[in-house]
């Protein structure tokens, strides 16, 4: 037969196909189709050969058969013939056009990711590609938006902001998000709206986890430079969540808030969370603030914002949790207690820091064995990776309890755990291998300061020396050492450990402290550099009961007894409401 | 559905299957009464089951009841039997009742009933995943283009030697539980909800809109708000208890919660009581779900437009959350839901007043 009557044929066929489509009978129509494609395969399995020009009716007939095949079989319901079918269009060369070629891909796409099937290539594709055939629909769908974004930016098809949507979906779903990040960043200028993208890629890099440079996109996006629009009230919260993670950035992050504040004043429903954020900013300021009387100023501001916030969002557990913490922090356990609970009920006991905040409030209150049967209680309700923090919990107040050999078998219990643990995981996330590790050294280092106070220098120096292969430059460590050095009476090594440890870190207030505590018994001009050190540890931490004491005693020593008395009460009165843990 | 002839040695593995299943209506009847007629004496109950919108409200009606889920209710029984029979049909039936077992457990979690029964079938799930998925997460490779592949080929020759995968984890390794641990509770219902998703081709229309029901009342959005804050109905979120699973039974709150209804007031406060923590783990299949239900081709119009409200209420309490990657993939999905069959541009959702941008470049590409 000669090219054109096959082209006839074909012609009636596609024309059949379509009136069967009209009346609804789809699945017959699709296998019209199938006819068509069959015939034009069979004859050119390879492929559109060279010779056929652009204006052949021939390709025509067939491109628009190929292009309402897979359609006829999703019209009629069958999404595993219908992927098939887009799948046989894209895989050989067909010669379709730039748009026809996207928009194929793009439906192929849209059907693999929100299809519900999971349908895999066919078993000869995966021998001859190896690994570089797909192995589940959500790589063959970002494989194929990859490459349509390729398309977009070397103008082949014009910008469709659907692709883009699409692979963020996709990219949210495996959690990629600095390599979602990168291809944000390639879009082309002019599409996306200065802020809007800046905002999108904020928000990638806060999700993969890189939060400075979340942070430094988002200052663009308020900068000097944007001033004469509207601000973008979803950045600037966006910048206020970041600030509050870094204590360092608390002032930046109260700007933020007060400025979201403002802006939501019109639009209740950011209202509760922008006071949320404001109240949990002030309380990090409060922490940075120099002088006492801003201290306690921000503090106070710091509770009440939070507690405006818990009466606008009735339902935010997040808010209560807050709360609690601030409380915590502030040394109002009643407060702390009430809303620690309160979260715990709101969430079903389903949070893990939930139930380590209150027991690190029940262990504040001096209740010690009342805080080990709540981290008996939450070992129960938690999963393997949880448990190993509660057990290091539980050994800490062990020892708080003066129980060493009981504290000595949690320990080793955890260790234990961590071995297993180690050696059963064959995958892990890099951030819980991380826990892992500095859980860990916590743990030989807990058991380093516990030895040492019973007098075993061995051990002591045993755990010690594991601690130290996990992190060499660890200002936990040399401290560690100091105070391993003090208690043999070697004081001039003690002091030198001290040093190593406030160099690496030099806000480092446990080794202040101890520092002072050993310059103190020098006596003579060591008191000055002790009473300067214990100062620093003070403003950086005005609740630490050890420095107070230590300041107590140089008072003494200097003959101040009334502002000794002071400190020695102050001292007294902060141990009564310290919890077993720090908080971070 | 194949209508070849089966093999004479295969008749006999189909049998035992149809007795199975009829040995499962049969209990079924036990529980619920009389069943449809249509189920009753099919030739293949199983699937008729599956289909059968009467047996399906019933049983929902059932499973939404005050005092449901205990250890002794029949219906969990039922369920966790049919489920343990190993007959993937069957398997199927039980799956289309996850969105309301999954719904009614996480409501009422907060209000320390007894819900061994829940319990039990969402264990069996768990269970039924951790051993298909013997120990490994699902992860996914990240194509790389440098490297050809079946659609495309690549501009630079490909690098022989180590390759490096860029692999991402989808859902992490699965440790078994025994019981339901609270803070584990998220990951034990999120794989259940995994597992219906991966069925979700075959699941009815009605379990769908109930999941899309349920997430409306899980994601807790003020309706209230949009009228000046009119929500301080005292209601408290811990007193989630008892009153309001009676407010929960047939039609009112539901069909409210279903569509995005501003009438405020009262009617928030009771959706509102339903919200519950959505950490990711829950929110990641919830989303997969919602997105099949919105974007999956060949979805009736009812099922897009629930979707959708799903959708504003995910993105409304990812806003919320302050959670990026939740914003980030409720946010494509409300523009994508948006842009649907428009062929009109619209205006973004949150923009600023510069608009030289997206609108601009998609007119100029539907002239070209």
């Known amino acids: 037969?000669?090219?054109?009557?096959?082209?006839?044929?074909?012609?009636?066929?596609?024309?059949?196909?379509?009136?069967?489509?009209?009346?609804?009978?789809?699945?017959?129509?699709?296998?019209?189709?199938?006819?068509?494609?069959?015939?034009?395969?069979?004859?050119?399995?390879?492929?559109?050969?060279?010779?056929?020009?652009?204006?052949?009716?021939?390709?025509?007939?067939?491109?628009?058969?190929?292009?309402?095949?897979?359609?006829?079989?999703?019209?009629?319901?069958?999404?595993?013939?219908?992927?098939?079918?887009?799948?046989?269009?894209?895989?050989?060369?067909?010669?379709?056009?730039?748009?026809?070629?996207?928009?194929?891909?793009?439906?192929?796409?849209?059907?693999?990711?929100?299809?519900?099937?999971?349908?895999?290539?066919?078993?000869?594709?995966?021998?001859?590609?190896?690994?570089?055939?797909?192995?589940?629909?959500?790589?063959?769908?970002?494989?194929?938006?990859?490459?349509?974004?390729?398309?977009?930016?070397?103008?082949?098809?014009?910008?469709?902001?659907?692709?883009?949507?699409?692979?963020?979906?996709?990219?949210?779903?495996?959690?990629?998000?600095?390599?979602?990040?990168?291809?944000?960043?390639?879009?082309?200028?002019?599409?996306?709206?200065?802020?809007?993208?800046?905002?999108?890629?904020?928000?990638?890099?806060?999700?993969?986890?890189?939060?400075?440079?979340?942070?430094?996109?988002?200052?663009?996006?308020?900068?000097?430079?944007?001033?004469?629009?509207k601000p973008h009230l979803p950045s600037v919260i966006l910048g206020a969540k970041l600030c509050c993670k870094r204590p360092l950035h608390a002032w930046e992050g109260a700007k933020y808030a007060m400025k979201a504040n403002e802006i939501s004043q019109n639009q209740k429903h950011f209202l509760g969370v922008t006071n949320h954020l404001l109240g949990v900013c002030y309380g990090n300021c409060a922490r940075l603030s120099v002088s006492d009387s801003q201290r306690l100023k921000l503090q106070n501001e710091s509770l009440k914002t939070l507690q405006h916030a818990a009466n606008i969002e009735k339902n935010d557990s997040e808010v209560v949790y807050s709360l609690a913490r601030e409380s915590t922090m502030q040394r109002n356990l009643h407060i702390a207690l009430e809303n620690a609970t309160k979260y715990l009920d709101m969430v079903a006991g389903s949070s893990v820091r939930g139930w380590k905040l209150l027991a690190l409030i029940v262990s504040a209150e001096q209740n010690l064995r009342e805080a080990e049967a709540i981290v008996d209680l939450a070992m129960y309700e938690s999963g393997a990776m949880d448990q190993l923090e509660f057990l290091r919990l539980k050994a800490l107040l062990q020892v708080a309890q003066e129980q060493p050999k009981n504290a000595i078998e949690t320990y080793k219990n955890l260790l234990a755990m961590v071995k297993a643990w180690k050696e059963l995981q064959k995958w892990s996330l890099s951030s819980e291998v991380k826990a892992v590790k500095d859980l860990e050294m916590e743990a030989w280092l807990d058991l380093a300061s516990l030895y040492t106070k019973l007098g075993s220098w061995?051990?002591?120096?045993?755990?010690?020396?594991?601690?130290?292969?996990?992190?060499?430059?660890?200002?936990?460590?040399?401290?560690?050492?100091?105070?391993?050095?003090?208690?043999?009476?070697?004081?001039?090594?003690?002091?030198?450990?001290?040093?190593?440890?406030?160099?690496?870190?030099?806000?480092?207030?446990?080794?202040?402290?101890?520092?002072?505590?050993?310059?103190?018994?020098?006596?003579?001009?060591?008191?000055?550099?002790?009473?300067?050190?214990?100062?620093?540890?003070?403003?950086?931490?005005?609740?630490?009961?050890?420095?107070?004491?230590?300041?107590?005693?140089?008072?003494?020593?200097?003959?101040?007894?009334?502002?000794?008395?002071?400190?020695?009460?102050?001292?007294?009165?902060?141990?009564?409401?310290?919890?077993?843990?720090?908080?971070? | 559905m194949s209508a070849d002839p089966v093999a004479p040695a295969e008749s006999s593995a189909f049998w035992q299957s149809v007795q199975r299943a009829q040995a499962a209506v049969q209990s079924l009847s036990l529980i619920l009464g009389s069943l449809p007629d249509a189920v009753a004496s099919s030739e293949n109950p199983a699937a008729a089951l599956l289909n059968d919108e009467a047996v399906a409200r019933q049983v929902s009606i059932r499973l939404r009841r005050p005092g449901s889920g205990a250890g002794d209710d029949n219906l969990c029984r039922w369920l966790y039997d049919t489920f343990q029979s190993n007959d993937p049909d069957l398997q199927l039936v039980v799956l289309t009742f996850t969105p309301t077992i999954a719904g009614v457990y996480l409501s009422r979690a907060i209000s320390r009933e007894p819900l061994a029964g829940f319990e039990a079938v969402l264990l069996a799930l768990y269970a039924y995943e951790t051993v298909i998925r013997g120990g490994d997460p699902e992860t996914v490779i990240l194509p790389n283009l440098a490297n050809p592949s079946v659609y495309?080929?690549?501009?630079?020759?490909?690098?022989?030697?180590?390759?490096?995968?860029?692999?991402?984890?989808?859902?992490?390794?699965?440790?078994?539980?025994?019981?339901?641990?609270?803070?584990?509770?998220?990951?034990?219902?999120?794989?259940?909800?995994?597992?219906?998703?991966?069925?979700?081709?075959?699941?009815?229309?009605?379990?769908?809109?109930?999941?899309?029901?349920?997430?409306?009342?899980?994601?807790?959005?003020?309706?209230?708000?949009?009228?000046?804050?009119?929500?301080?109905?005292?209601?408290?979120?811990?007193?989630?208890?008892?009153?309001?699973?009676?407010?929960?039974?047939?039609?009112?709150?539901?069909?409210?919660?279903?569509?995005?209804?501003?009438?405020?007031?009262?009617?928030?406060?009771?959706?509102?009581?339903?919200?519950?923590?959505?950490?990711?783990?829950?929110?990641?299949?919830?989303?997969?779900?919602?997105?099949?239900?919105?974007?999956?081709?060949?979805?009736?119009?009812?099922?897009?437009?629930?979707?959708?409200?799903?959708?504003?209420?995910?993105?409304?309490?990812?806003?919320?959350d302050m959670n990026p990657q939740e914003i980030l993939a409720t946010r494509s999905l409300l523009r994508l839901g948006k842009m649907g069959d428009d062929t009109i541009a619209e205006p973004q959702i949150s923009t600023s007043s510069d608009d030289y941008s997206e609108e601009a470049l998609k007119m100029k590409a539907r002239l070209t």
């Open chain 2, 152 to 320: 495309h080929e690549a501009k630079a020759p490909p690098k022989k030697g180590a390759m490096e995968l860029n692999i991402a984890v989808v859902s992490p390794a699965l440790e078994p539980y025994g019981t339901v641990r609270s803070t584990k509770r998220a990951r034990i219902v999120g794989v259940a909800l995994e597992l219906y998703y991966s069925k979700i081709s075959s699941m009815p229309l009605s379990s769908k809109l109930a999941f899309c029901e349920f997430c409306m009342v899980w994601a807790g959005q003020d309706i209230g708000t949009e009228n000046d804050g009119k929500e301080e109905g005292g209601e408290k979120t811990a007193a989630v208890g008892a009153d309001e699973n009676g407010g929960k039974d047939e039609g009112e709150v539901k069909a409210k919660a279903a569509s995005v209804d501003k009438n405020g007031g009262k009617e928030a406060g009771e959706v509102k009581a339903g919200r519950i923590p959505l950490p990711w783990e829950l929110f990641q299949p919830i989303v997969m779900i919602v997105g099949h239900c919105l974007l999956g081709p060949a979805n009736p119009e009812e099922l897009r437009t629930t979707a959708y409200s799903v959708v504003e209420g995910l993105h409304w309490r990812a806003t919320h």
């Open chain 1, 458 to 584: 061995n051990d002591s120096y045993v755990c010690l020396d594991k601690a130290k292969t996990f992190e060499l430059f660890s200002p936990k460590c040399w401290h560690s050492k100091g105070k391993l050095l003090e208690a043999q009476s070697k004081q001039q090594e003690a002091l030198i450990a001290l040093l190593v440890s406030l160099s690496i870190e030099p806000d480092y207030v446990p080794s202040m402290v101890s520092m002072a505590a050993i310059l103190r018994t020098r006596g003579g001009k060591s008191l000055a550099t002790a009473r300067s050190l214990l100062m620093n540890a003070l403003r950086l931490e005005p609740t630490n009961h050890e420095a107070w004491m230590n300041l107590g005693f140089i008072s003494k020593a200097e003959g101040s007894l009334h502002q000794a008395a002071d400190c020695f009460q102050a001292a007294y009165e902060l141990r009564q409401s310290t919890p077993v843990q720090n908080f971070v």
């Open chain 1, 1 to 229: 037969m000669s090219i054109h009557s096959v082209t006839l044929l074909i012609e009636a066929m596609l024309l059949k196909s379509k009136s069967l489509e009209e009346i609804g009978r789809f699945k017959d129509a699709a296998l019209e189709c199938k006819t068509i494609i069959d015939i034009v395969e069979s004859a050119w399995p390879h492929g559109i050969p060279e010779g056929i020009g652009d204006d052949s009716k021939l390709k025509e007939m067939f491109h628009k058969a190929l292009e309402l095949f897979p359609k006829l079989w999703m019209q009629a319901g069958f999404l595993e013939e219908a992927i098939a079918a887009y799948r046989r269009a894209l895989m050989k060369p067909w010669d379709l056009g730039f748009s026809r070629w996207a928009s194929l891909q793009k439906d192929l796409a849209v059907a693999l990711l929100y299809g519900g099937a999971e349908l895999s290539l066919p078993p000869h594709l995966q021998q001859l590609w190896g690994y570089a055939v797909p192995t589940s629909n959500i790589e063959e769908a970002i494989l194929l938006l990859l490459i349509l974004m390729r398309k977009v930016t070397f103008q082949e098809i014009s910008w469709d902001p659907e692709i883009m949507n699409h692979l963020i979906y996709g990219f949210s779903l495996t959690g990629q998000f600095e390599v979602l990040a990168g291809h944000v960043e390639q879009i082309l200028p002019g599409i996306y709206d200065r802020v809007e993208r800046w905002y999108v890629l904020a928000l990638c890099y806060h999700a993969a986890g890189l939060d400075d440079d979340a942070l430094n996109v988002v200052r663009k996006a308020l900068s000097y430079s944007e001033k004469k629009h």
